[in-house]
């Protein structure tokens, strides 16, 4: 069965450009969940969607946004791009997102730099 | 809201020796799970290693175990005969009802050969 696929791997963006980032769930895994990870902040939660609708949000500001389609492949947006959005983005996938708990399998990440 | 405290940023073992990762989380939750994750340099995310906390008794899988104490809330990773495929960055990771992860800041592992 093949894992979670990310793309694109490597982005380098433009400070105030916009960006699309792909995940695609391991076949019949309905949840996804994106994470951010930067050297000062560490990993922290973006949002979580299941059967295409946001179950869970994390801190981020609006400028943030995701979707997730009938699929379960989800994408995650990121508008007017700043220098301290520069990270790799994980994203995660898993059978559900409740009891009982299911793992969570991450993807390679993509690694988004802006400038 | 919940943390993760890994209060050790790097550890260093002899590879076949023993070594111990610390963890320290805080909730008023009940029910809820910890992992250990480790990330190797190529970044995959890759689960080690789970406990759920209405289970007394401590995880186990193969080299690497957990000593789960709930009351003092604390998870800490035991790797028995270090090997050289074990250096990475590990993380501990908690989550309860709310459905996400929260990670602590990781600790960097190097074995020495």
């Known amino acids: 069965k093949a894992g979670v696929t990310q793309t694109p791997r490597y982005l380098i963006k433009t400070r105030g450009q916009q960006v699309t980032l792909s995940c695609s769930p391991i076949?019949?895994?309905?949840?996804v969940s994106w994470y951010q990870q930067t050297p000062g902040q560490g990993l922290q939660f973006l949002f979580e969607?299941?059967?295409?609708?946001?179950?869970n949000k994390g801190n981020f500001p609006g400028r943030f946004s995701g979707r997730q389609f009938s699929n379960s492949r989800s994408e995650m947006n990121v508008s007017t791009l700043e220098l301290g959005d520069s990270a790799l983005y994980l994203c995660?996938?898993?059978?559900?997102?409740?009891?009982?708990?299911?793992?969570?399998?991450f993807g390679p990440g993509t690694r988004l730099t802006v400038t | 809201a919940q943390t993760v405290t890994q209060s050790q940023p790097e550890m260093s073992v002899q590879e076949a020796e023993t070594v111990t990762l610390s963890c320290t989380y805080d909730?008023?939750?009940?029910?809820?799970?910890l992992f250990w994750y480790k990330q190797p340099p190529s970044r995959q995310m890759i689960l080690v290693i789970r406990q759920e906390a209405y289970k007394q008794q401590n995880a186990t899988e193969n080299r690497f175990s957990v000593n789960f104490q709930k009351a003092a809330k604390s998870f800490s990773l035991k790797i028995s005969d270090s090997q050289l495929g074990d250096a990475a960055m590990y993380f501990c990771a908690y989550r309860d009802g709310a459905q996400k992860l929260v990670f602590g800041q990781g600790t960097r592992l190097t074995i020495n050969p």
């Open positions: 076949s019949g895994h309905r949840s």
């Open positions: 969607y299941f059967s295409e609708t946001q179950r």
């Open positions: 995660a996938s898993s059978l559900s997102n409740g009891v009982p708990l299911y793992e969570q399998y």
């Open positions: 909730t008023s939750e009940s029910d809820y799970y």
